[in-house]
């Protein structure tokens, strides 16, 4: 049967070297077709894998105390026991963590915050992906009353150390006035929620801590002999409290605190009740002296680069990464941006845009490389580029390969489309240089293509294909995990085969139309 193959293969290229300028023509046709269909593979930074395990941060209001935060966290317990049957061990916290592994992940912890998670079992043991999990759980865990957000993160804690604890989809918002920021977040967050793909859409900067105002008028008291230091210790001493002294007894020491009393410390009045003694021991109520007024203030304000910034975050399911940002993009244009804002696009959209950047002058540089070493064995600059249209057909493969399986570009992809620079000019290779031996031997230009075609057609097959079976376990996702790799094999595969069938036909014609017209000016 191959020497059937290698009939049908020698007709072929007797063909091609007839009808040349048709050849270049289609094969330029293909490569541009390839590249307009680079607009319908989605793209993101690093390709999504089941981690076996759902976490989850669910917020209440703002101050909520760790005792009504417990009763919620005791419902999600319960959830999580009833609609997650996969699940191998699950956890759940609240309040203040003292292992500081929250800072570590860009998260916070705090009374009102409640953290969760369940590792699963093996994927072959569940029918459910873990973000099928974390979107049915996300769903009942809303309906709890009291429940302000719920965030499944779509990361890993390598993803999150990378991006900083960002979200995947990550709106970053600049400017120094908090209303003005804090107002045009709440419209980027209604905007991100009308994102087909976008869940769990959440504003860094929370709602404001209930907080007690006392603003003292500086005169009066400067005019009553009292200070800023001595009003602040003596309202510190009353409702938050102080060590007076401590209580020795049988070798051992406790401290002496005194504050006033539960039922002294209740409400704003108590507050401007309270004396203060100035330095000539006179007594004065601090509503004499000051304004006493409740307010919020933001739990924390953030910054970046020294400048204030508010991050509005969200998750995509369903979608690209890719896809997601560029109608976010487009709906940030519409919107317009208010005079003192600034706005920038971060998390993983951010790394991937720089990533990409970066892995795209890895390829370039890989290409001059492999040129400059194909020139120095060749002795000859018109031979190694012939060798290298090959390259422009890998990136078809890649190309088609990623639409048919479904699969995006990603940095993993990207590194399979660098590492077929070094592998699909190896069948190139071994055809020029045994069409050169044959010309060597007295074959002329055409005869010697003709030749070496043929004769050349198993070890190039065998090369290209043993590669090919070699990554189809990985390229197929049999293993645990290898959702992370398996674009990688998809890109390799499917630039490797393409580039193959095509070369054995593409090369040598452009070697014939360089031999003929180029390489006798060299």
């Not at 992906?129 to 809303?142: F, G, H, K, P, V």
């Not at 049988?250 to 100035?278: M, N, Q």
């Not at 795209?360 to 540089?365: C, D, E, R």
Request: charge should be positive; aromatic fraction near 8%.
């Amino acid at each position: 049967w191959f020497r059937g193959l290698e009939v049908r293969y020698r007709k072929v290229l007797r063909w091609a070297l007839d009808h040349r300028k048709a050849t270049v023509a289609v094969g330029l046709g293909v490569f541009l077709l390839s590249l307009a269909m680079l607009k319908f593979v989605g793209t993101e930074f690093m390709p999504a894998a089941d981690q076996g395990e759902v976490m989850g941060t669910v917020k209440l209001p703002v101050g909520t105390r760790v005792e009504e935060t417990d009763k919620v966290m005791a419902k999600i317990e319960k959830i999580l026991q009833e609609d997650v049957p996969e699940r191998e061990m699950m956890f759940a916290r609240c309040g203040v963590s003292e292992t500081g592994m929250e800072s570590m992940m860009g998260q916070r912890s705090d009374t009102y915050i409640i953290r969760f998670g369940a590792s699963l079992v093996p994927k072959n043991r569940r029918h459910r992906s873990d973000r099928e999990i974390a979107l049915a759980l996300s769903e009942r865990i809303r309906k709890i009353p009291g429940v302000v957000s719920v965030d499944f993160s779509g990361q890993d804690e390598m993803q999150a150390m990378m991006t900083g604890g960002l979200k995947p989809v990550t709106v970053e918002i600049y400017g120094y006035d908090i209303a003005r920021t804090d107002s045009f977040a709440a419209e980027v967050k209604e905007l991100m929620e009308g994102i087909s793909g976008l869940t769990d859409v959440t504003i860094s900067r929370e709602k404001g801590r209930p907080e007690i105002w006392v603003e003292v008028d500086r005169r009066k008291a400067a005019a009553l002999g009292l200070n800023m230091a001595t009003i602040a210790s003596t309202l510190r001493t009353k409702f938050y409290g102080q060590t007076a002294t401590k209580y020795r007894e049988a070798g051992e020491e406790y401290d002496i605190f005194v504050r006033l009393r539960d039922s002294d410390r209740i409400t704003l009045d108590d507050i401007g009740d309270a004396f203060v003694t100035s330095p000539l021991g006179r007594q004065v109520r601090i509503r004499n002296i000051a304004r006493i007024e409740e307010r919020r203030g933001p739990v924390v304000i953030e910054r970046k680069d020294q400048a204030r910034v508010v991050y509005v975050g969200a998750n995509y399911y369903g979608r690209s990464l890719g896809e997601v940002v560029a109608d976010l993009k487009d709906g940030l244009v519409k919107m317009g941006i208010p005079d003192g804002i600034d706005v920038k696009i971060g998390g993983s959209a951010k790394e991937q845009a720089e990533s990409f950047k970066w892995l795209g002058i890895a390829l370039v540089a890989g290409i001059l490389l492999v040129y400059m070493v194909m020139a120095a064995q060749f002795e000859s600059f018109v031979d190694p580029f012939v060798i290298l249209f090959s390259i422009p057909f890998a990136v078809t493969g890649v190309i088609w390969a990623l639409l048919i399986t479904g699969k995006t570009l990603n940095i993993i992809s990207f590194v399979g489309m660098i590492m077929l620079v070094g592998i699909v000019v190896n069948n190139a290779i071994v055809l020029v240089d045994y069409i050169n031996i044959m010309r060597a031997r007295g074959f002329g230009l055409r005869e010697a293509i003709l030749v070496t075609g043929p004769r050349r057609l198993r070890p190039v097959l065998m090369t290209a294909f043993t590669t090919i079976f070699a990554l189809l376990p990985l390229a197929l996702r049999t293993g645990e995990g290898s959702e992370l790799w398996s674009p990688l094999a998809v890109s390799v595969i499917g630039g490797l085969l393409v580039s193959t069938l095509v070369t054995l036909v593409f090369v040598p014609v452009m070697y014939s139309i360089f031999e003929a017209r180029v390489k006798r000016h060299f």
